[in-house]
Every structure is written in structure tokens, then in C-alpha cells.
């Protein structure tokens, strides 16, 4: 099954890229799990190994580039549909239903989405003849291929391997996303006060 966009991809990505910073605020605010200072090695180690692996999709530090920046990166330099990057969100939302320590905030967005959007561009857009290994991605992205491929098996496994999106749920994000779009866009057109 093939979902499609009918909205041009830079318009698709500032909506998720919209959605995303939103939810990084939200996170911050409410002082969420995924939000707050790692914990030490010793208190990983008591916690088990699911919560060292939530901790794969944190970064030491909150990355230096912007999310928007970042996916306006990936949209130029993937051949992706739009449509990736909409399934990317689903996919995210399925993580953090999954363990809220892997939810959205500004220390996980960014791996987050790039294993996503990896995922969604395999899963749906990939032919036979046409296929981006990790290395590709991980460049990209700005994380090692080791680093990538952990975060792609902890990804699915937290997702339980469902790659699937139905047409009603993949309709409810994709009118979301261009929601979030045209909201952006007219708070970029506002006059400064």
C-alpha cells in the first residue's frame, strides 16, 4: 500500500518539524523522563537493560542544530517522499505509546526522526534496484553507523516490527502535518510587535 502527499515535501516537513518542536517544549515544561538529565552508569545498571537501551535514543547533549534544520538536511539530500516523513511521526508516537522514556523531547528528536524516516523511506519508497545503506543514513544524520544500527533494532523492537499504517491513521497525521504547516507559516508571516 502506498500512501501518498499531495503537498509539496518542504511544506510536509515544516509541519513535522513544527509537531516536533512543540512537543520538545511540551516536554521541557512537564519536566518529562525523556527530558531529564541521563542517569549515571550505576543507576542504568540497577534500572535493567530496556532502560539502557530507551537511553540509545538520547543524546549527551541537546544537539546544536535546530530540528527544523536538521529535517530541511534530510529533506534535501533524501530522495524520500513526503509521505516519509508523515510515517516518521506515526512511527514516533507508536515509540513513546511503547515507553514514555523514549517520548519526544529535545535530547531524543533528532535520532528519533532520522531512524523513523530511515524506516518509513525502506518500508515504503525503497525499490529493488534503489536502497540506502546505514552508512548513507547515519552521515547524514550525524551518528555512527554502529550508533544507527542499534538505534534502528531498538526502534522496531519497541514498535513491535509494525511498519503498517492504515490509510484512516496515515490520513488523521498527513491532515495533522499540514495543519501544523499552515500554522507555522502564519506565524512567519506576522508583522514583529
Known sequence: ??????????????????????????ARALGSRADLEPPCKDALAAAGTDAAA????????????????????LRQ???????CFVLA????DRVARADERVAVCEYTCHRLILTGIMLASRFYDEEEDTHFHNAWFAKLGGVSVQGLAGLEGEFLRRID???HVSTEEYTVYHEWV?????DFAEEQDEPCH
Open 89 to 92: 511521526l506515526v512511527y514516533l
Open 161 to 163: 516490527w509494525r511498519l
Open 178 to 182: 499540514c495543519s501544523a504547516a499552515l
Open 77 to 83: 539530500h533524501l530522495p524520500c517522499s513526503g509521505s
Open 54 to 73: 530507551a537511553m540509545l535514543f538520547r543524546s549527551k547533549a541537546a544537539p546544536k542544530i535546530s530540528i527544523g534544520a536538521y529535517l530541511a538536511r
Open 1 to 26: 500500500m502506498t500512501h501518498s502527499c499531495k503537498q509539496d515535501r518542504e511544506q510536509i516537513v515544516a509541519g513535522v518539524a513544527a509537531i516536533l518542536r512543540q512537543r520538545s517544549v511540551a
